[in-house]
């Protein structure tokens, strides 16, 4: 039994239930025995892959936007770039290299990372040890400073309480333990105040329809949002996800060797995500006075960043092989069929900033 395991079945036990963003929370979120923390989850040897893991175009791509909206916002003389769950520390490492053509940016960017996982952070001092990074557990201890922040697959990791609409009420999903000892799905009622605080658009839900709720989501977006209109700034969000207007249905998903896994199978061995709904983060970062931008498909942003030309130019002088894996991690990034569609990017900048590479249209 792994430790994290231990730990839900002694909740449980006391409290006779979890709710499943609970169990969420920990299996993903745990300091010490979550996933993140004590699995090897990225990779072809791990459980998924990541953009910034398939090609180094997208994290160069990403530091050049964000020296580009730097400069755009006068280059601050002290300013971060900071992300928020950088994995191996692969897209900042990236990203760093690229920032290096943009006059003044090195010197100007300090390096500010956000990681709950131990073990992650010991991967990630190893390779941006140049960068002298600083960590934090928590977007809100970062320091006040002009803020570009990028996150990459790191809202979809932040749990969400899936709800389930039953008559005029919504309950909860729930885990609990069976005769077995095996973990089962359960419901309980809501907490009374919680449905007042759910999206407007979910009033018309039918019995049975499912939703996520996230609100420790938005509250990140909040945080992003309200530093970057005092300090200036600009921040990229990309994950899996639609920008729905009610609730979407239950996505809550565990991946454990590149394969779905059960949700409640050995908790701790499979990454557990769920889709993430831009709308009610596009609100929040309006709510806290900035311009928010997007959601576009990741295909459409890296294509308007310049890609394919950066593609081209890795592909000049290499040999055949090199080449055709070129060709492929350009497709899983670009292709509609691929991630081009299924991820999405927002951004958050002040209102008085100009649009955010990528973005040419005004925010909504
Ligand atoms: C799916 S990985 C993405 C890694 C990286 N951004 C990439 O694209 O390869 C999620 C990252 O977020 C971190 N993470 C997950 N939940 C977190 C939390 N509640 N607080 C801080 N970091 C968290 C994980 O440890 C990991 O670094």
Not at 72 to 88: I, K, W
Not at 140 to 165: K, Q, S, Y
């Amino acid at each position: 039994m792994t430790a994290i395991e231990r730990l839900i079945r002694d909740e449980i036990a006391r409290d006779g239930f979890m709710t499943l963003q609970r169990y969420v929370a920990l299996v993903t979120g745990h300091p010490v025995h979550g996933y993140y923390a004590s699995a090897e989850p990225f990779g072809r040897a791990g459980d998924f892959v990541t953009a910034p893991e398939i090609s180094q175009v997208f994290g160069e791509l990403i530091g050049l936007a964000l020296g580009q909206a730097w400069a755009d916002q006068g280059s601050p003389a002290r300013a971060l770039l900071a992300e928020l769950g950088p994995g191996r520390g692969t897209l900042m490492r990236d990203a760093l290299r690229a920032l290096r053509i943009v006059p003044g940016a090195p010197a100007a960017l300090a390096v500010h990372l956000v990681e709950a996982s131990a073990r992650l952070r010991a991967i990630q001092a190893e390779t941006l040890a140049d960068a002298a990074p600083v960590w934090h557990t928590a977007i809100g201890d970062v320091p006040d400073a002009p803020l570009f922040l990028i996150a990459n697959e790191f809202l979809d990791a932040l749990p969400a309480h899936v709800l389930v609409r039953r008559g005029a009420d919504w309950h909860e999903r729930t885990v609990t333990v069976d005769g077995t000892g095996a973990f089962v799905p359960g419901e309980t009622p809501c907490p009374s105040g919680m449905a007042a605080r759910l999206p407007a658009s979910w009033g018309a839900a039918t019995d049975g329809a499912i939703g996520e709720w996230a609100p420790l989501r938005a509250e990140a977006v909040a945080t992003i949002a309200g530093r970057i209109v005092r300090h200036g700034g600009c921040a990229l969000l990309i994950d899996y996800g639609a920008a729905a207007s009610g609730p979407a249905g239950d996505t809550l998903q565990a991946v454990r060797a590149h394969r779905p896994w059960p949700i409640l199978a050995e908790p701790g061995t499979a990454d557990l995500t769920s889709q993430v709904d831009f709308a009610p983060l596009l609100d929040a970062a309006r709510a806290a006075g900035a311009a928010a931008w997007g959601p576009l498909p990741q295909g459409t942003f890296l294509l308007a960043l310049g890609a394919e030309a950066r593609f081209d130019a890795l592909a000049h002088s290499k040999d055949a092989d090199a080449v055709v894996a070129l060709v492929r991690a350009r497709r899983r990034l670009l292709h509609p069929a691929a991630m081009g569609e299924a991820f999405k990017v927002m951004a958050i900048t002040p209102r008085t900033a100009p649009p955010p590479p990528g973005f040419a249209h005004p925010p909504a």
